[in-house]
C-alpha cells in the first residue's frame, strides 16, 4: 500500500474518531437543542394529556349530575296530588275541605238543574261533571297566574345572585339577599330554600323545593345549574349569567308567540262561544222555541249530545292554540 493512500486512511480514521468523541465539532449544539425540544414536546403533551382528562373527568361529573337531578325532578313532577296542585296553585285550602266545597258544588249544581226541570239522571251527571270540571279549571287557572308572575321575577332574582357572587358573597348570603329585596312569588320562595338549610339540607337539596312549587323548566335550568356547580366547581357567577340571559330570552319569545297567537285565539272563543250566544239570543225572541230540547227525551239526547260535542270542539282549539316555547 503506498504511503499516500496509507495517510489518507489514517486522516478518515481520526477524522471520524473525532467526530464521534467530539460532538461539539459536527453540531452537538444543536442535537442537545434538539433533546432539548423533544423534551419541551413531551412535557406539552402531558399537561395537554392532563387537561383532556380533567375535562373528561369534569365532563362526566356534570353528566352524572345532570342525570340524577333530571330523574329525581321527573320523580317529583310525576306526583300530581291534589296537596300538590294546591301548593303548585298557591291555595292554602287543605284537601279535604276542597273536596267538601267541591262536593257543596256539585249539590247545588244539583239543585239548579233540577228547579230547572232537568231528568233527574242528566241533572246528576251534569252536577258531577260541574263538581269536578269547575274545580280543576280554577286550579288551573291559579296555577298558571302563579307561575307566570314567578317567571316575570326569577331573572331579576339570578341577576341579583350573580351580582352578589360578583362581589364577594357567597351562595347563601346571595340567597339570603335575594330573599329580601326581590317580589313575590320569588322572595317567598328562596325563604323556604333558606329554610331548608337551617334544618341540615345542603344547597343541592334546598334548591329542590323551588321546583316542587313551580314545576317548569326555567327552574330546572336553575337548580341544575346550582347542583352542577356544587358537585363540579366552576364559574357560578358566570354560569348564572348566562342563565338569566337565557330566562330574559325565553321571556321575550313567549311575548312574541303570545302576540303572533293573538288572532287565532281569539278566533277559538269566538268560534267556541258563538253556540251559546244563539242559544240566549233565540231564547230571548222565542222562549217556547227550543222548550222541546228540554221537555221531550230525543230533545234532551241532542241537547247532550251537542254540548258533548261543543266541549270536544272547544277542547281540540284549546290544544290547538297552545304553544310550547
Known amino acids: 500500500m503506498s504511503p499516500l493512500v ?145 317567571l316575570d321575577e326569577l331573572p331579576n332574582a339570578v341577576e341579583a345572585i350573580v351580582r352578589g357572587v360578583r362581589s364577594g358573597l357567597p351562595l347563601n348570603d346571595s340567597i339570603r339577599l335575594v330573599s329580601k329585596e326581590v317580589k313575590e312569588p320569588v322572595r317567598s320562595e328562596f325563604v323556604r330554600v333558606l329554610e331548608q338549610q337551617s334544618i341540615g339540607k345542603s344547597m343541592t337539596e334546598a334548591v329542590e323545593v323551588l321546583y316542587e312549587r313551580v314545576p317548569l ?32 330570552n325565553r321571556k321575550k319569545m313567549k311575548a312574541k308567540v303570545k302576540a303572533m297567537s293573538a288572532e287565532a285565539k281569539a278566533s277559538a272563543m269566538i268560534i267556541g262561544a258563538l253556540p251559546l250566544f244563539v242559544i240566549g239570543a233565540v231564547s230571548v225572541v222565542s222562549p217556547r222555541y227550543l222548550e222541546p230540547l228540554v221537555t221531550t227525551s230525543p230533545g234532551v239526547i241532542a241537547l247532550v249530545s251537542a254540548f258533548v260535542m261543543l266541549l270536544t270542539g272547544s277542547f281540540v282549539m284549546y290544544r290547538m292554540i297552545q304553544f310550547d316555547y
Request: hydrophobic share 50%.
Open 6 to 150: 496509507l495517510a489518507i486512511l489514517v486522516i478518515i480514521c481520526v477524522g471520524a474518531l473525532g467526530a464521534a468523541l467530539v460532538p461539539s465539532i459536527v453540531g452537538g449544539g444543536r442535537a442537545e437543542k434538539r433533546f432539548k425540544a423533544l423534551q419541551g414536546d413531551q412535557q406539552v403533551r402531558r399537561v395537554d394529556q392532563a387537561a383532556s382528562r380533567s375535562r373528561d373527568s369534569r365532563r362526566r361529573v356534570v353528566q352524572d349530575a345532570l342525570k340524577t337531578q333530571s330523574a329525581a325532578l321527573n320523580a317529583k313532577r310525576a306526583k300530581k296530588t291534589l296537596r300538590l296542585r294546591l301548593f303548585q296553585a298557591g291555595i292554602k285550602t287543605p284537601p279535604r275541605i276542597w273536596v267538601r266545597n267541591c262536593a257543596i258544588l256539585g249539590g247545588v249544581l244539583f239543585l239548579v238543574f233540577v228547579v230547572l226541570q232537568m231528568h233527574v239522571v242528566f241533572a246528576a251527571v251534569f252536577a258531577l261533571a260541574g263538581a269536578y270540571v269547575v274545580p280543576n279549571i280554577f286550579i288551573g287557572n291559579r296555577r298558571k297566574a302563579f307561575q307566570s308572575a314567578y
Open 217 to 248: 323548566a326555567e327552574v330546572n335550568f336553575f337548580i341544575v345549574v346550582i347542583t352542577v356547580q356544587q358537585q363540579a366547581g366552576g364559574n357560578l357567577s358566570e354560569a348564572l349569567g348566562n342563565l338569566a340571559r337565557v330566562l330574559r
